[in-house]
């Protein structure tokens, strides 16, 4: 399947103009680059006519989210088209090791908001060292080696449904207050949403960052496991699920989403925690094997600069909020991002089979509701 995926593409590009391969042949790995399993593509032409082989960027982070970071640098380059490959970061972080270890070519960047999967290959020798300033650059400047390198972050936020539903007292503004409304629920009012972490990278890394608050963590399951608890996949179809009211609660939706809800005139509520919020850090990676490392490294200083700042702050801000107040809250949750070796605790096996087997026991997978991905959006990962 990777090798008629990566042919697929390969002739998509031809058909475009833009062949990507090398004097190398075609031999697997070694002529074009190998997708991951599942991975769907988007391909953004260049904005002028040329001959420039496009950028290769693979990625976990949904293709939507990436598009105005890409449409914004391709006025810089217009010349430069990009074909962005996305996929689960499941299936991301083993094709990315075994092209490294294969000697394969490799993306020409790599985006995910698994920072984690970045700094184990990285600790692997699978990096480019990108010049000082793109660290510099990052937001508080979360970098490390300048091989990982964070651009954005993405925080939990709770999501309440506006419609259809009387809520049990005041919406909880933290996750204690959250621990006691979800106790009031009754069981007409009580379809909550949240991620199956066995599934979902994304749903795994903010349960990792929940766990680390010791003091509730174990509460907060047991007040999730009294409920009508359904498990999702995705954000985008969690905020979707409460737009519907399929659930009238769910819990750590991708803040950026459920703004961008907000903005497309969906019913719900979003409040975001305000005694600590779970969050990701989007980050980037040029590997050893990319074909066009100097336009990955134009791309990389792109995404730090202050003109791809503005559209992660437009991401984090409030629907409504004035200009200064939503820069200011913005910049707060960019001031967060973080990248260091710590991140690899979440690769431990063993922690992240505690981590499952803890989550399992209280939130009853087995008899939980799993909800696929939204048919219209393709492979979603966030």
């Known amino acids: 399947m990777k090798r008629i ?8 590009l031809v058909v475009a103009g833009l062949v990507y391969m090398t004097t190398r042949g ?29 950028i290769i960027v693979s990625g976990s982070i949904d293709a939507g989210f990436m598009r105005p970071f890409l449409l914004a640098f391709q006025q810089h380059y217009p010349m430069l088209p990009v074909a962005y490959i996305q996929s689960r970061s499941g299936a991301f972080l083993p094709r990315a090791l075994e092209a490294c270890r294969g000697g394969e070519l ?16 990285a600790n692997e020798d699978c990096a480019q060292t990108l010049p000082s300033s793109v660290g510099r650059a990052a937001p508080a400047q979360a970098a490390w080696r300048d091989q990982v390198v964070a651009f954005t972050v993405e925080p939990a936020a709770f999501v309440f449904a506006r419609r259809d539903f009387r809520p049990p007292g005041p919406l909880p503004s933290n996750h204690m207050a959250l621990l006691e409304w979800l106790r009031r629920l009754d069981g007409q009012h009580d379809r909550v949403g949240t991620y199956d972490i066995e599934a ?11 766990s680390r608050q010791t003091a509730i963590y174990g509460r907060l399951l047991e007040s999730l496991s009294r409920t009508d608890i359904r498990l999702y996949c995705c954000s985008n179809v969690m905020v ?10 769910a819990y750590n939706v991708q803040l950026s989403y459920a703004y961008a809800s907000q903005r497309a005139g969906s019913r719900i509520v979003v409040v975001v925690p305000d005694d600590y919020q779970a969050l990701q850090t989007l980050s980037l990676m040029v590997p ?18 202050d003109e791809a700042r503005d559209i992660a702050r437009k991401d984090l801000s409030p629907p ?6 939503a820069a200011a809250y913005a910049d707060q949750l960019l001031a967060q991002a973080t990248v260091s070796p710590v991140l690899l605790s979440l ?36």
């Not at 979902?200 to 929940?210: I, K, L, P, Q, V």
């Open 347 to 382: 690769q431990d096996r063993s922690r992240r089979q505690h981590l499952i087997g803890e989550w399992r026991a209280a939130v009853h997978p087995a008899s939980a509701r799993t909800r696929p991905a939204h048919p219209a959006q393709g492979a979603p990962t966030r």
């Open 320 to 325: 409504g909020a004035s200009a200064a107040v």
């Open 106 to 121: 490799a993306a020409d960047l790599y985006l995910t908001t698994s920072t984690d999967h970045l700094v184990r290959l």
């Open 26 to 54: 075609p031999a697997r790995g070694k002529g074009y680059f190998v997708p991951p399993e599942g991975a769907t593509v988007t391909f953004f032409p260049a904005q002028k006519a040329g001959s420039a082989a496009p």
């Open 240 to 249: 979707d699920a409460v737009d519907r009211g399929e659930v009238l609660f």
């Open 288 to 305: 050893r094997g990319a074909r066009a490392p100097n336009e990955a490294v134009r791309l990389a200083t792109f995404l730090v600069s």
């Open 5 to 12: 995926l990566a042919i697929l593409i390969l002739a998509a």
């Open 200 to 210: 979902s990278a994304d749903g795994y890394d903010f349960a990792a960052s929940d």
